[in-house]
């Protein structure tokens, strides 16, 4: 158990509509990471935020949005969803920065996304 | 721009053996770490070794270790007497420490089957 949670763990959903994936890091972690992995694209970092500020982007679409809340949780939301967006999606959370850049990111079970 | 390749398409040990995952990477940070994480058919994602890019000794956790040839780009992941367990997708990873590079890039994966 890596310390960081995920729900929904399994989300089932139509076509054009939106979803709200939720996300706990570890505690004393500041950093949130969000990743898409499919079969045929692998796995995408999409964003990352830091004690509530958006740090990073990636490949991430329009129609996706995420924020960090003040207790450091976050949320991704998905909307107007294409049978594309069917993928694992990952929530990683690393501590703040230690000494030698060292901060491996630790993994939530993922939220398997399908979308019909 | 950060790149990992991981060329192997499956690989398959004979159970107490050891086994090399390769794994190369491009990037133009001087300062960059590297992690090798396992997905087992569970789906989670469970980090096992970093190796930062000064450092001047290998990686060891444990039953794995990291082969860090700097000059020529390559990390890769050393698992010593495999068991049946280690059976699983392994992924190599990479992150600069500045700006866009900061997050993580992952490789396509490699599958390791551990046969009894």
């Known amino acids: 158990d890596s310390g960081v949670t995920q729900t929904p763990k399994h989300l089932i959903t139509a076509t054009g509509q939106r979803v709200t994936l939720r996300c706990s890091p570890r505690s004393g972690d500041l950093s949130v990471y969000w990743y898409q992995q499919s079969l045929d694209q692998g796995l995408q970092f999409l964003i990352q935020?830091?004690?509530?500020?958006?740090?990073a982007k990636g490949n991430i679409l329009e129609r996706f949005s995420a924020q960090q809340f003040p207790d450091l949780h976050s949320e991704l939301n998905l909307s107007s969803l294409e049978l594309g967006d069917s993928a694992l999606y990952f929530c990683a959370s690393s501590a703040p920065g230690l000494a030698g850049g060292r901060d491996e990111q630790f993994f939530g079970p993922g939220t398997r996304l399908t979308v019909l | 721009a950060q790149k990992i390749t991981q060329t192997q398409p499956g690989m398959f040990v004979q159970e107490k053996e050891a086994v090399t995952l390769d794994c190369t990477y491009d990037t133009s940070d001087p300062s960059y770490g590297l992690f090798w994480y396992k997905q087992p058919s569970s789906g989670e994602m469970i980090f096992l070794i970093y190796q930062g890019s000064y450092d001047q000794q290998n990686a060891t956790e444990g039953r794995y270790s990291l082969n860090f040839q700097k000059a020529r780009k390559s990390a890769n992941l050393v698992i010593s007497a495999s068991q049946l367990g280690d059976s699983a997708m392994y992924f190599c990873a990479m992150r600069g420490y500045t700006g866009a590079n900061s997050k993580l890039t992952f490789g396509k994966g490699i599958t390791l089957s551990v046969r009894p």
């Open positions: 935020y830091y004690n509530g500020e958006e740090r």
